[in-house]
């Protein structure tokens, strides 16, 4: 028996304690009234809605991190042109009426813009948030948030989930694809595996879909797994009868790396390309082996990428979570910082008018950007009224020797101006 065939075997209980180590090393103390530097004569309030306690505290957590170290930075360089930022966060545990309830007092004690963190508080407020027009900046990068006619409000310090899957299937198509031995004498073939019920997992793949076509892929049969899906070899099979060339992987990270395994298992001779919030050090720490040579997009550097402003990603970490190893520290910490730094850049703009008013944080913040570039490997960010997408250039990565190599940048808007214009905004 392989030692992917003795994995499958043994996945449901290693996964569990993989999880379990990964929560107990990454805990932290609820954050409620963040970070009170001295020195300052002035504070601006921000909200921030974390999972420490969740069904994704298991990621939430290195986020959550990540904005309260981000913020103390920020103050610690200055604040907001000499005001101090008062950092309200909260574990709302994923769940709808906790983010709902803590809203109305952010509402109540002056916060001017929120930090979020995924679908279920972006979705639960969205609404809110418009009518309010209070800026928030979550992670959850859903390609409707970009759109300001139905999400006004709504901005992110990264490309999008669906300019994402179109870039990493176009990266490889140019750069794979080619090295194939039946090159020129076929189309190449894709297929899709993700939660069909998950409206969320499966909303870029219209997209991705769209690209496949634009470069005339033979599309598979799409495959319905389940994120909590332990026994994949039905899937798998199917795969295997129609032959892909590359196989796009929407779910999460455990259900991403079980397919993997299964795909070594099963000797599935096939490329995978993963969406993002897969894409992360955890697929390599729990796929191993299996995770060799997967590509996919990421919106900013990985966790000690030699990059500008890593050095104090890192040092800050040390400092204010001294408790977490580095080595179990990962994107998503870093990810946070591009948030708020994209934030303390529109706080700036907006406070130097002497309005931080939510709107005029948005207008004379936000959609003034034009090729902002924050570091970490964050493509360069444009707002503008009609168009939220920070950006058209995508980076891509692949994995090589269990780390993250960068590989190209795609540039969506520079390749397709007229198709970037007109036709791939808000899906």
Same mark, same amino acid.
């Given at each position: 028996?392989?030692?992917?065939?003795?994995? *499958?075997? +043994?996945?449901?209980?290693? /996964?569990?304690?993989?999880?379990?180590?990964?929560?107990?090393?990454?805990?932290?103390?609820?954050?409620?009234?963040?970070?009170?530097?001295?020195?300052?004569?002035?504070?601006?309030?921000?909200?921030?809605?974390?999972?420490?306690?969740?069904a994704?505290?298991? /990621?939430? *957590?290195?986020?959550? +991190?990540?904005?309260?170290?981000?913020?103390?930075?920020?103050?610690?360089?200055?604040?907001?042109?000499g005001?101090?930022?008062? !950092?309200?966060?909260?574990?709302?545990?994923?769940?709808?009426?906790?983010?709902?309830?803590?809203?109305?007092?952010?509402?109540?004690?002056?916060?001017?813009?929120?930090?979020?963190?995924? /679908?279920?508080?972006?979705?639960?407020?969205?609404?809110?948030?418009?009518?309010?027009?209070?800026?928030?900046?979550?992670?959850?990068?859903?390609?409707?948030?970009?759109?300001?006619?139905?999400?006004?409000?709504?901005?992110?310090?990264?490309?999008?989930?669906?300019?994402?899957?179109r870039?990493?299937?176009?990266?490889?198509?140019?750069?794979?694809?080619?090295?194939?031995?039946?090159?020129?004498?076929? *189309?190449?073939?894709?297929?899709?595996?993700?939660?069909?019920?998950?409206?969320? !997992?499966?909303?870029?793949?219209?997209?991705?879909?769209?690209?496949?076509?634009?470069?005339?892929?033979?599309v598979?049969?799409?495959?319905?797994?389940?994120?909590?899906?332990?026994?994949? *070899?039905?899937?798998?099979?199917? +795969?295997?009868?129609?032959?892909?060339?590359?196989?796009?992987?929407?779910?999460?990270? !455990?259900?991403?790396?079980?397919? $993997?395994?299964?795909?070594?298992?099963?000797?599935?001779k096939?490329?995978?390309?993963?969406?993002?919030?897969?894409?992360?050090?955890? @697929?390599?720490?729990?796929?191993?082996?299996?995770?060799?040579?997967?590509?996919?997009?990421?919106?900013?550097?990985?966790?000690?990428e030699?990059?500008?402003? +890593?050095?104090?990603?890192?040092?800050?970490?040390?400092?204010?979570? =001294?408790?977490?190893?580095?080595?179990?520290?990962?994107?998503?910490?870093?990810?946070?910082?591009?948030?708020?730094?994209? !934030?303390?850049?529109?706080?700036?703009?907006?406070?130097?008018?002497?309005?931080?008013?939510?709107?005029n944080i $948005?207008?004379?913040?936000?959609?003034?950007?034009?090729?902002?570039?924050?570091? @970490?490997?964050?493509?360069? $960010?444009?707002?503008?009224?009609?168009?939220h997408?920070?950006?058209?250039?995508?980076n /891509?990565?692949?994995?090589?020797?269990?780390?993250?190599?960068?590989?190209?940048?795609?540039?969506?808007?520079?390749?397709? =101006?007229?198709?970037?214009?007109?036709?791939?905004?808000?899906?």
């Open positions: 028996m392989s030692v992917f065939r003795s994995f *499958r075997v +043994m996945y449901p209980l290693y /996964i569990g304690h993989m999880i379990s180590k990964l929560i107990v090393s990454l805990s932290l103390p609820l954050i409620l009234c963040g970070y009170f530097g001295p020195g300052f004569a002035e504070t601006i309030r921000i909200g921030a809605f974390n999972d420490l306690s969740g994704t505290a298991d /990621i939430g *957590r290195d986020y959550a +991190m990540g904005i309260v170290e981000a913020v103390r930075f920020v103050n610690d360089e200055g604040g907001i042109n005001k101090r930022i008062e !950092l309200h966060q909260y574990d709302y545990g994923y769940r709808v009426p906790e983010v709902q309830a803590k809203y109305k007092y952010f509402k109540r004690i002056g916060i001017v813009a929120i930090l979020g963190w995924h /679908i279920v508080d972006t979705n639960a407020l969205s609404a809110l948030v418009a009518e309010d027009k209070l800026p928030y900046l979550p992670a959850s990068y859903a390609a409707d948030l970009t759109d300001p006619i139905t999400s006004p409000y709504h901005l992110f310090a990264g490309t999008d989930n669906s300019s994402n899957g870039a990493a299937l176009t990266a490889w198509f140019d750069d794979v694809w080619p090295r194939k031995e039946d090159y020129g004498t076929r *189309r190449p073939r894709v297929q899709f595996a993700y939660m069909f019920a998950s409206e969320q !997992l499966r909303a870029p793949i219209k997209a991705i879909k769209d690209q496949a076509k634009l470069f005339g892929f033979s598979g049969p799409d495959q319905d797994i389940s994120i909590f899906a332990t026994d994949i *070899r039905r899937q798998v099979q199917v +795969m295997k009868e129609f032959k892909p060339d590359i196989v796009w992987h929407g779910n999460t990270t !455990l259900s991403v790396a079980a397919t $993997l395994l299964e795909a070594v298992a099963s000797d599935l096939t490329d995978h390309v993963v969406n993002s919030w897969a894409f992360d050090e955890n @697929l390599i720490r729990i796929a191993g082996a299996a995770a060799e040579g997967v590509m996919g997009a990421s919106v900013c550097a990985y966790y000690g030699d990059v500008l402003l +890593m050095e104090q990603i890192q040092g800050y970490g040390k400092k204010y979570h =001294p408790g977490v190893s580095t080595n179990k520290r990962s994107i998503r910490t870093v990810q946070a910082w591009a948030n708020v730094l994209a !934030l303390r850049e529109a706080l700036k703009r907006a406070d130097s008018t002497a309005d931080l008013s939510g709107k $948005l207008k004379s913040g936000f959609e003034t950007f034009d090729e902002v570039d924050l570091g @970490l490997s964050i493509s360069p $960010l444009t707002f503008t009224s009609t168009d997408r920070a950006s058209g250039q995508v /891509i990565y692949q994995i090589k020797n269990q780390q993250f190599i960068f590989v190209t940048k795609i540039d969506l808007k520079g390749r397709w =101006p007229e198709k970037w214009a007109k036709d791939w905004l808000g899906w």
